[in-house]
């Protein structure tokens, strides 16, 4: 390596900004600009060259502006009432989130997505994230976010001459970016963790994103000498299984042990996918330490108030660690704190006793967890199937996982042009009532020719935008002039244009657009009604498949017929994603059914007025009915087959509907059925489909209730949780002998509704007393199979006691006609809601 110089001393040089402006540092550094129009504009008006070369990112720009445009914006009149103006919101906005109280969530994730410059996401569950920190602080909830800080964040894509992708890896400038360290007395906050190699320090960093802090872990420090440990942060979802599980320790242990030495004391910890599930495993550590727990005891405790969110709807993308490689690394950890290694095992297992079962991240979230959600309703019952084995003596349907739909951070993703016409025609405070669906209904006043216009404007930057990028791109690697004149030129501002982004994964099946060339040709090149495709995503490094389909598509994007009507836009990113779903006119989607858990690119469409046609997946099989969009295939599950019956699906409606709709009415000017449809779009995605929504569920299903649990169970230095541990050994010791004596008698074999039908059981509870146990009986319609379906679970009370044993009955008033029956169940009485009922609970039925 050549020689190199590093600095003896280093400092930081910041802007003399003059007094009259001097608070746009302060501005700069709370990302509160990513949604608030009116302190960005600031930025872009202080030099909107700069602006746009620094990458959107005010910090960088503010280190850049000549001193001269700084003097000269704070003699300008026009440019200090700005100023004022973004400073009151700025003040007004902080100061309403001044809240009184204990509760504390710790908002745990690998990746955010909050803006273009700050590149530590790589898609979906990134940006969710980012909308999840966001929408709490328009909520003031009392939210703390923890990540990583990745020294080169996720790839960059760039295509060579032949349309393969290759990938770069530029390095973040952590001091030109809107993050700081975090400092006490003058000092970095430093905290660390023990692996194997040895110990590894970590530095915090924090973001302010409004209200909320998210707070970055970042080895790519001196203090560490190994060059492995300052790499754990290098970069998102790169290197091998080490790499892995060193950077969900930094996460989980690390993060926990950063808000621990910040004095902060989360009384509810979300778990946003599995990657910081071993966060759990050092809050037990620090109970058995801090409050002389046992680990039962601890368990217990540390479950209370964790809530897990499951985003993965496919077994292949859970993160498992060989038993061998967890010894190496938790061997010691577990001995010093006192947790059976055995048991820290099992709970990564479906089966505890399988040693030969690898170690999964998510189960031992939800084990660890009371509370666990899928992110839509179709998730959820993809999950229940998934995880069952979880609770192998519950029904499918009774898999305690709910569901809380993903939403958009409407302010972040909503176009500027429809922001002023809803300043015109909605409420005046539309901008903070958003939520309310009925805030929506004025869109019908929106007349059809300004909507049309508002639309057709961001469309025209989207084209400028796309021409711009390629050019660049061209340019780049090196492209002819011949092929740059033609990106110059591609994309027809007045023609129907369909936007495809996302992972190139093979499930997303973007190969369905081109299956039949020439049919796609066909339609694309009609001279009357000519459509054209805007196409971006990212395929992993390692996925070759993926990279030959993005190959192919550019060369079709060559063909001398079709090279102005598709394009695709190198390094999709939140930007690309923004242009994209404010621009174009239809938002395709085409994931295999059950395989994307939720999808959120289409809410950003859909809240712009741009109409959707997708398969009813994850978000949209709750939203189809009241898109104004179009759905592909029916609902039902994913086979082979359906790959050549939804492609040839889209093409027929693309031909005989959609592209029709779209070029109908022009001589007056506006599509109007389009147009309903737009509205239609606006008048219910916007409201049902945003972050808002979204927080305020996981606050009153998940966050309240967690926060009350641990109240609960912190009660007298964690007493109720050695009781309820105490009370579990002894159930569990009794269990095998609890057994039903007699149920019955049963219904005659013919009944009328509305006439009480008497359940009873007779139950020997070895022991316990009727509080300790739930018996319930579970009624429903018999199928054709024999089984129950359509079901409903009913609590028997205890009634009287025989000897030992004890009668539980009650009367079932059957509103139904036709075959029904029932089946008794028994199980512990340890939970108030069934949601939150431990993984492998004790349950016994009365046919076992």
């Given at each position: 390596?050549?020689?190199?110089?590093?600095?003896?001393?280093?400092?930081?040089?910041?802007?003399?900004?003059?007094?009259a402006?001097?608070r746009?540092?302060?501005?700069?550094?709370?990302?509160?600009?990513?949604?608030?129009?009116?302190?960005?504009a600031?930025?872009?008006?202080l030099?909107?060259?700069?602006?746009?070369?620094?990458?959107h990112?005010?910090v960088?720009?503010?280190?850049?502006?000549?001193?001269?445009?700084?003097?000269?914006?704070?003699?300008?009149?026009?440019?200090l009432?700005?100023?004022?103006?973004?400073?009151?919101?700025?003040?007004?906005?902080?100061?309403?989130?001044?809240?009184?109280?204990?509760?504390?969530?710790?908002?745990?994730?690998?990746?955010?997505?909050?803006?273009?410059?700050?590149?530590?996401?790589?898609?979906?569950?990134g940006?969710?994230?980012?909308?999840?920190?966001?929408?709490?602080?328009?909520?003031?909830?009392?939210?703390?976010?923890v990540?990583?800080?990745?020294q080169?964040?996720?790839?960059?894509?760039?295509?060579?001459p032949?349309?393969?992708?290759?990938?770069?890896?530029?390095?973040?400038?952590?001091?030109?970016?809107?993050?700081?360290?975090?400092?006490?007395?003058?000092?970095?906050?430093?905290?660390?963790?023990?692996?194997?190699?040895?110990?590894?320090?970590?530095?915090?960093?924090?973001?302010?994103?409004?209200?909320?802090?998210?707070?970055?872990?970042?080895?790519n420090?001196?203090?560490?000498?190994?060059?492995?440990?300052?790499?754990?942060?290098?970069?998102?979802?790169?290197?091998?299984?080490?790499?892995?599980?060193?950077?969900?320790?930094?996460?989980?242990?690390?993060g926990l042990?950063?808000?621990?030495?910040?004095?902060?004391?989360?009384?509810?910890w979300?778990?946003n996918?599995g990657?910081?599930?071993?966060?759990?495993?050092?809050?037990m550590?620090?109970?058995?330490?801090?409050?002389?727990?046992?680990?039962?005891?601890?368990?217990?405790?540390?479950?209370?108030?964790?809530?897990?969110t499951?985003?993965?709807?496919?077994?292949?993308?859970?993160?498992l660690f060989?038993?061998?490689?967890?010894?190496?690394?938790?061997?010691?950890?577990?001995?010093?704190?006192?947790?059976?290694?055995?048991?820290?095992?099992?709970?990564?297992?479906?089966?505890?006793?399988?040693h030969?079962?690898?170690?999964?991240m998510?189960?031992?979230?939800?084990?660890?967890?009371a509370y666990?959600?899928?992110?839509?309703?179709?998730?959820?019952?993809?999950?229940?199937?998934?995880w069952?084995?979880?609770?192998?003596?519950?029904?499918?349907?009774?898999?305690?996982?709910?569901?809380?739909?993903?939403?958009?951070?409407?302010?972040?993703?909503?176009?500027?042009?429809?922001?002023?016409?809803?300043?015109?025609?909605?409420?005046?405070?539309?901008?903070?009532r958003?939520?309310?669906?009925?805030?929506?209904?004025?869109v019908?006043?929106?007349?059809?020719?300004?909507?049309?216009e508002?639309?057709?404007?961001r469309?025209?930057?989207?084209?400028?935008?796309?021409?711009?990028?390629a050019i660049a791109?061209?340019?780049?690697?090196?492209?002819?002039?011949?092929?740059?004149?033609?990106?110059?030129?591609?994309?027809?501002?007045?023609?129907l244009?369909?936007?495809f982004?996302?992972?190139?994964?093979?499930?997303?099946?973007?190969?369905?657009?081109?299956?039949?060339?020439?049919?796609?040709?066909?339609?694309?090149?009609?001279?009357?009604?000519?459509?054209?495709?805007?196409?971006?995503?990212?395929?992993?490094?390692?996925?070759?498949?993926?990279?030959?389909?993005?190959?192919?598509?550019?060369?079709?994007?060559r063909?001398?017929?079709?090279?102005?009507?598709i394009?695709?836009?190198?390094d999709?990113?939140?930007?690309?994603?923004?242009?994209?779903?404010?621009?174009?006119?239809?938002?395709?989607?085409?994931?295999?059914?059950?395989?994307?858990?939720?999808?959120t690119?289409?809410?950003?469409?859909?809240?712009?007025?741009?109409?959707?046609?997708?398969?009813?997946?994850?978000?949209?099989?709750?939203?189809?009915?009241?898109?104004?969009?179009?759905?592909?295939?029916?609902?039902?599950?994913?086979?082979?087959?359906q790959?050549?019956?939804?492609?040839?699906?889209?093409?027929?409606?693309?031909e005989?509907?959609?592209v029709?709709?779209?070029?109908?009415?022009?001589?007056?000017?506006?599509?109007a059925?389009?147009?309903?449809?737009?509205?239609?779009?606006?008048?219910?995605?916007?409201?049902?489909?945003?972050?808002?929504?979204?927080?305020?569920?996981?606050?009153?299903?998940?966050?309240?209730?967690?926060?009350?649990?641990?109240?609960?169970?912190?009660?007298?230095?964690?007493?109720?949780?050695?009781?309820?541990?105490?009370?579990?050994?002894?159930?569990?010791?009794?269990?095998?002998n609890?057994?039903?004596?007699?149920?019955?008698?049963?219904?005659d074999?013919?009944?009328l509704?509305?006439?009480?039908?008497?359940?009873?059981?007779?139950?020997?509870?070895?022991?316990?007393?009727?509080?300790?146990?739930?018996?319930?009986?579970?009624?429903?319609?018999?199928?054709?199979?024999?089984n129950?379906?359509?079901?409903?679970?009913?609590?028997?009370?205890?009634?009287?006691?025989?000897?030992?044993?004890?009668v539980?009955?009650?009367?079932?008033?059957?509103?139904?006609?036709?075959?029904?029956?029932?089946?008794?169940?028994?199980?512990?009485?340890?939970?108030?809601?069934?949601?939150?009922?431990?993984?492998?609970?004790l349950?016994?039925?009365?046919?076992?």
């Open positions: 390596m050549p020689f190199q110089i590093q600095p003896v001393k280093e400092f930081l040089v910041r802007p003399a900004l003059p007094p402006i001097s746009m540092s302060d501005l700069a550094y709370n990302l509160m600009w990513s949604w608030d129009h009116s302190i960005r600031i930025f872009r008006r030099d909107p060259a700069l602006w746009k070369n620094s990458g990112n005010p960088l720009m503010l280190g850049r502006v000549p001193q001269a445009t700084l003097d000269r914006a704070a003699a300008d009149p026009r440019f009432a700005a100023y004022r103006n973004a400073c009151e919101r700025y003040n007004a906005y902080l100061q309403r989130g001044e809240s009184s109280g204990n509760q504390l969530i710790a908002y745990f994730s690998m990746e955010y997505g909050l803006v273009e410059c700050m590149p530590i996401y790589s898609g979906g569950l940006v969710l994230s980012g909308d999840h920190l966001k929408a709490s602080s328009d909520a003031a909830f009392p939210l703390v976010g990540g990583l800080l990745y080169k964040g996720y790839l960059q894509q760039a295509l060579n032949d349309g393969w992708q290759q990938e770069r890896n530029p390095v973040n400038d952590f001091y030109t970016l809107p993050v700081r360290p975090i400092q006490i007395d003058g000092r970095d906050l430093i905290v660390d963790v023990k692996l194997p190699t040895g110990k590894v320090f970590i530095k915090v960093w924090y973001m302010d994103v409004g209200r909320v802090k998210l707070h970055l872990l970042d080895t420090i001196p203090e560490n000498e190994q060059q492995e440990h300052r790499e754990i942060t290098d970069q998102l979802y790169g290197g091998d299984i080490l790499t892995r599980i060193r950077q969900e320790i930094v996460l989980g242990i690390g042990r950063a808000l621990h030495a910040l004095n902060l004391k989360p009384t509810v979300h778990m996918e990657h910081s599930a071993f966060l759990g495993i050092e809050r550590r620090l109970l058995i330490e801090e409050q002389k727990l046992e680990f039962d005891e601890a368990f217990e405790a540390c479950r209370a108030n964790n809530v897990f499951t985003h993965t709807p496919v077994p292949a993308g859970i993160d060989d038993p061998g490689l967890l010894y190496e690394y938790f061997g010691e950890y577990c001995r010093d704190s006192g947790i059976p290694f055995d048991r820290f095992l099992a709970l990564g297992r479906f089966r505890p006793d399988n030969q079962e690898p170690f999964s998510a189960i031992t979230a939800f084990k660890t967890s666990r959600n899928a992110v839509s309703c179709l998730h959820r019952q993809v999950s229940q199937e998934m069952q084995e979880l609770w192998p003596k519950l029904p499918v349907w009774e898999v305690p996982i709910t569901s809380v739909t993903n939403g958009v951070h409407l302010p972040t993703w909503l176009n500027g042009d429809l922001a002023m016409l809803y300043d015109q025609y909605l409420q005046p405070d539309w901008r903070e958003y939520p309310d669906p009925k805030i929506w209904d004025l019908e006043d929106i007349p059809n020719e300004e909507l049309w508002a639309h057709r404007r469309k025209r930057n989207l084209v400028a935008f796309v021409r711009e990028r791109a061209a340019v780049g690697r090196k492209a002819s002039a011949a092929e740059q004149r033609r990106l110059a030129e591609v994309l027809d501002p007045d023609c244009t369909i936007g982004a996302r992972r190139f994964a093979t499930y997303k099946r973007a190969t369905l657009l081109f299956r039949d060339v020439e049919r796609l040709k066909r339609l694309l090149t009609n001279r009357e009604r000519p459509v054209q495709i805007v196409i971006a995503g990212k395929a992993h490094p390692k996925d070759l498949p993926g990279k030959t389909l993005i190959r192919e598509i550019v060369q079709l994007s063909d001398a017929e079709m090279s102005k009507h394009v695709f836009v190198e999709y990113s939140i930007e690309v994603a923004r242009e994209m779903v404010q621009g174009v006119d239809l938002w395709m989607n085409t994931p295999r059914r059950g395989e994307e858990a939720c999808g690119s289409g809410m950003k469409a859909g809240i712009n007025g741009v109409l959707n046609l997708s398969i009813l997946d994850g978000w949209f099989d709750e939203a189809y009915e009241i898109s104004g969009g179009w759905a592909i295939g029916d609902r039902e599950p994913y086979s082979d087959d790959d050549e019956i939804h492609a040839r699906g889209i093409y027929s409606m693309l005989n509907e959609i029709p709709m779209y070029y109908q009415d022009r001589e007056e000017g506006v599509p059925d389009w147009v309903r449809r737009m509205k239609q779009s606006l008048i219910h995605l916007s409201p049902q489909f945003n972050c808002q929504r979204m927080v305020g569920e996981y606050m009153a299903q998940l966050y309240e209730p967690a926060h009350q649990a641990y109240l609960d169970f912190s009660r007298e230095s964690f007493d109720p949780a050695r009781d309820r541990a105490r009370w579990n050994e002894r159930v569990e010791k009794v269990w095998d609890v057994s039903f004596l007699e149920v019955g008698p049963g219904p074999s013919s009944v509704t509305g006439r009480p039908i008497p359940m009873r059981a007779v139950v020997n509870l070895a022991g316990l007393t009727p509080k300790d146990v739930r018996v319930e009986a579970v009624i429903g319609r018999v199928g054709a199979n024999g129950l379906e359509e079901t409903q679970v009913m609590s028997l009370p205890s009634v009287e006691q025989q000897g030992d044993s004890f539980f009955s009650r009367e079932f008033v059957p509103h139904q006609t036709g075959r029904l029956g029932y089946s008794l169940r028994i199980s512990p009485n340890h939970y108030d809601d069934p949601l939150t009922r431990p993984c492998n609970a349950l016994k039925w009365s046919a076992d």
